[in-house]
């Protein structure tokens, strides 16, 4: 069973910034495609950034140009800044493979809220 621990979520005002991280129990963490997802309130788990195992990103729309995905393969660990946070950023934000591995499952996300 791999285990996904997301860390680094909190209370941020608009227009700040965090920085997440997501450290997953697997010895192919280095092959595997790994992205962030989020989920808000009433809504649907959505991919929001993507990276491959060669280092090439791939964002939604909504986070492009404000949010950086980056691995390090080391130390197992997947990470994710945000910058220029907006309300509507507020969500639980998890990190799995892309895409999801049922067999994972997900782990407890780490909150993010933005809000003055």
């Known amino acids: 069973q791999v285990q996904l621990v997301e860390s680094g979520g909190g209370l941020v005002q608009p227009g700040g910034s965090l920085g997440l991280s997501c450290a997953a129990s697997?010895?192919?963490?280095?092959?595997?495609?790994m992205g962030w997802y989020r989920q808000a309130p009433g809504k649907q788990r959505e991919l929001v950034a993507r990276i491959s195992s060669d280092g090439s990103t791939h964002y939604a729309d909504s986070v492009k140009g404000r949010f950086t995905i980056s691995r390090d393969n080391a130390k197992n660990t997947m990470y994710l800044q945000m910058n220029s946070l907006k309300p509507e950023d507020t969500s639980v934000y998890y990190c799995n493979k892309y895409p999801p591995d049922a067999r994972w499952g997900w782990g407890q996300g780490t909150q993010v809220t933005v809000s003055s």
């Open positions: 697997t010895s192919i963490f280095s092959i595997l495609v």
